[in-house]
């Protein structure tokens, strides 16, 4: 069934108030809800309709009174109550089975904890309702369990009151004052360690903040706290926004689907994405908790205070939160890291969507299952939207308009249409055009051309933008598009800009320019020499660019350019085109050469004293195979594996003794700390290391070992582990035995442990991980160890994947059915390692298609499968 955005309708019935009574049981929950009422005076004239799934319904009441079965109806996944006076008091009883629910949506089990996920349609799960975010209610919520097994319970708010009865149980009551969608409810009841803090908003409210965790996670929350601290003060600086209970939770919860979830003052967190110490988790683990907390927490304003209407809005909270979230990043470590790493993400997985057979807007028309749709597009290019947003208006005319948008929409479910609007009115700007960014998808082009003219000392630059066709939109509309540009001469020196009717020239490095027509020409005049243009500074807008510079001009702007995202970018790109001449070579067996530019550019970089080691060390990282495949029309993966490594190999070699030095340098003891300077020396050096062991040379290997043996932290130990898993032999088998045998007991560490050996670019890998999902330290009931291990494999080990004889394909086949039966929301997010089955040579593309045919055939196939298996398979 295909739910459009076009038949959007206001809801019925609203509910002003809702009591909820847990009695939690291990086998059976029963949940007495209490709604009061009432008709929608702006809604539709229709019958109530309440959502509802999986759930025995055991009695029904209309103000006091028991409705009788032919009094309602109900299907599969509604009830549907006729004849309803305009004001009422509902009250409904049902039964759920939380033990029963692997599909962790609604209430479930993970381990001993109970714990929900709503968003986006669990609430159904749990009880009947209208499961939709623009009805929002007051929830109070009492849950009643025996307090030797469950002595901790929580739901949203503030705690109000509690007490114990005779018979064992306890009970306590939750209220939240604000109004919420269904979505934004949680309930949570353990044998819980916690861990306290606390936090004075900027007008003196004191909160307390509060960690639960599994007893034995209790050493692991130090640094959550830390960031949830920074992320609350942020907010009120940067935003003005201040939290609004008197206590902030965060749960750590072993089995969940995504990462972490923001219900109203409980937020609930897959323990990987919250847990850490710097024994268990690395540099990249602490930098994406830091990131995760905060956005969970910036939700509180941007999802929560302010909702979405429809699910069609996802973006505007998602979007909207991921920019804040990077913003905050950005402001607490290096910004300019932080932005390669953005678009690193976003070119690497949202391109790839945008160009696929899921391609879809950033504001959706239709979909058949909602869970699909939290995808790279509707959070990344999300993000970028409203960053571009941004950059449009400018900073303090940005602020001016969230302060509007919050004031002006506080309480209410809204959409993307909303967010535009109050940025344009508190700017009297007008964004009618940029608007296609949330309405059209695909990914625009941007061809650039250049022309010098030396007597008039003018300087052309020409955008032509382009966007291709993606399924249901054959033809796009010009996007409006912020193009930022910066002008240097031969010495890499700035140049003024000045635009041909302008009276002044624009001094600084770089200017934004207004692209809003097909084709667009911008004159420059005063250019006293010939500058060499350096464009889409700080990936001003989520485009592909096309703009033909050579080996050398790339390699000038590497060193010389000002924009730090642009160096690293101009560097990338010099890396491309020397792995795909490689590749070229390696297809039509021609000897391969090293290119002596970029080992001369490397060097520089290497050398460069000025430069953020942490910058140095993004800059001599070579591009992913998967991102090279991209890069090429028909993917050839074993000579791009066999390029990458040709050139890796080469590079090490070339500047061995400049590797060895730089890694001696920054291996000074000192104990682990995460912060800025520190990360930055531990990701070089652990960049050299790999470089060094590329090299070939066996003494390296000692060296890899002897990192491993010394580091108090995970960054260093993994950084080798991860080189060793790749040298067959016997140190590689003892270094993965003793890794584990050292922290068999420490869930986070086991997913890195089976991950890195799903990564391996070893010959027997697929066999090595089918052994290992009979390992102990497996289960396929965990989304954790299904994405270390299958979706490591499958999305990341691209030489094995996409083996000739279509043995990873069928294997993926194989585990997405068995998964579509637990939990349907992994097995399609696993499908995504399909999603470009298209673009590969005959043979595999035929593969693929087998594997996908033989999803598609099973009957009783989940929405979530069905719906991803079907459009993979449409035709062209
Ligand atoms: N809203 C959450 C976040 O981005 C993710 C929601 C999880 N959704 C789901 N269908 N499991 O922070
Ligand atoms: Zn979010």
Redesign the pocket.
Known sequence: KVTLLADYEQPAYLVDEALLQFDLDSAKTRVVSTLTMRKNPQGPEADCILDGEALTLVSLKLDGKKLEGNQFQRTTSQLLIPNLPDKFELEIITEIEPDQNTA??GLYYSGSILCT?C??E?FRRITYYPDRPDVMSVFTVTIVADREKWPVMLSNGNMEDQGVFDDGRHWVRWHDPHPKPSYLFALVAGDLHVQQDSFTTQSGREVALRIYVDPENKHKCDHALTSLKQAMKWDEDTYGREYDLDVFMIVAVNDF??????NKGLNIFNAACVLATPETATDDDFYTIQS?VA??YF?NWS?NRVTCRDWFQLSL??GF?VMRDQSFSADLNSAAVQRIDDVNGLRSMQFAEDAGPMAHPVRPDSYIE??NF?TVTI?EKGAEVVRMINTLVGDEEFRKGTDLYFDRHDGQAVTTDDFVKAIEDANAVDLSQFKRWYEQAGTPELTIDTNYDPIEHRFTLTVTQACPATPGQATKQPFHIPLAVGLLDKSGTSLDMQLEDEAEPHHGDTRILSVTEASQTFEFINVSSEPLASVLRGFSAPVKLKYDLSNHQLAFLMVNDKDSFNRWDAGQKLIINILLELVADIQQNNPLVLSSLLVNQFERILTDKKLDPALIAKMLTLPTENYLAAQMTTPDVDAIHQAREFLKRNIAVSLKGLFNQTYEKLSVKKAYDFNADDMAMRSLKNVCLSYLVASGDPLQLQRCLRQMKQADNMTELLAGLRLMVDQSGLERENALRSFYEQWKQDRQVVDKWLAVQAASTLPDTLIRVKGLMKHEAFSIKNPNNVRALIGMFCRNNPVHFHAKDGSGYRFLAEQILVLDKLNP?VAARMLGALNSWRRYDEQRQQLMKQALESIAEQQDLSADVYEIVTKYLAAE
């Open positions: 962790l949506e996920q968003e986006a669990g689907n995504m990462g972490a979830m923001e995760i956005h969970e939700h999802g909270k998602e939160t909602i869970s939290y959070y929301q």
